[in-house]
């Protein structure tokens, strides 16, 4: 069976959607201060673009100083904390081989 669905509400991300990063730091000052949170905690989650996270932070602590009241540090803790936690470790040859106990009889 196929589909074939027309749903022009829909947006699909292309190559000409991306921006650079000089073009983000040009046009920092017309994102939202959720915007640049997200950019913070993707950083704080996945460790990649770490200046972007900077320079949105250093735009935030500009909004704050010229009276914006967003409580960003509020939000970036909170989303960051609704991210599953990410577990890179890789145990050991011995604790899998321990593990697998029943197999030491054979």
Do not use: A, H, W
Not at 2 to 11: K, L, P
Not at 31 to 36: E, Q, T
Not at 84 to 94: A, E, M, T, V, Y
């Amino acid at each position: 069976m196929m589909f074939d669905v027309e749903d022009d509400s829909i947006e699909y991300e292309t190559v000409e959607d991306e921006i650079t990063e000089e073009e983000f730091i040009n046009n920092i000052s017309n994102y939202s201060s959720n915007k640049l949170c997200e950019i913070i905690v993707c950083y704080r989650y996945l460790k990649i673009n770490k200046n972007l996270s900077i320079i949105c932070m250093e735009e935030l602590s500009k909004r704050r100083l010229n009276g914006d009241s967003f409580l960003f540090e509020e939000f970036i803790d909170t989303e960051y904390n609704k991210l599953p936690k990410l577990d890179f470790s890789i145990p050991d040859f011995q604790t899998i081989v321990s593990s697998l106990g029943g197999l030491n009889g054979r």
